[in-house]
């Protein structure tokens, strides 16, 4: 049952068994943290599908305009539905989210939208709402520590990828 995802280990999961993240909003500045993120979770191992309107390519890989647009070409291909968008661009991203059979709407930190969560919940979606999905996989698999922060994990061995 599709539920708000509130704990570490709940998004700890998430990270673990899902590996195809669509990054809606994903900008071709490499500037801006939703470039940095993807970049790391390339590298990561994830498949990351660039989504934005205003470009074709980013990373090297083809841009969609849309999630729609992405189903098309690529049925089949989203398990995490990653926004850097506004909050108050978010629910007709729900929408389509929920039609393309994503399996998460992540909405990264400082997007907000209750309505917009609670409908993605309705149509069968996880829901990791204020958090960033770099940052919680650093946390989650040791990558804060390879610059000198805190990653939270009280281990001193770092979790093995699946």
């Known amino acids: 049952m599709a539920k708000l995802i509130t704990t570490a280990a709940e998004r700890l999961q998430i990270l673990s068994d899902y590996k195809r993240i669509a990054v809606v909003g994903l900008s071709a500045n490499a500037f801006r943290p939703s470039h940095f993120a993807a970049i ?27 999630l729609l647009k992405l189903a098309e070409a690529r049925p089949n291909s989203v398990d995490i539905v ?11 991203l729900v929408d389509e989210a929920i039609a393309i059979g994503a399996r998460v709407l992540w909405l ?24 960033c999905v770099k940052i919680e996989h650093a946390r989650f698999f040791g990558g804060l520590n390879l610059i000198g922060l805190n990653t939270g994990v009280i281990s001193a061995r770092r979790l093995k990828k699946s």
């Open 40 to 66: 790391y979770m390339i590298a990561e191992g994830y498949d990351i599908i660039p989504v934005n309107p205003r470009e074709t390519e980013i990373l090297g890989r083809k841009c969609y305009p849309s």
């Open 82 to 92: 990653d926004v850097f968008r506004n909050p108050a661009d978010v629910p007709p």
């Open 108 to 131: 990264q930190l400082g997007v907000i939208n209750e309505a917009a969560a609670e409908r993605a919940i309705a149509g069968g979606l996880d829901v990791v709402m204020d958090r």
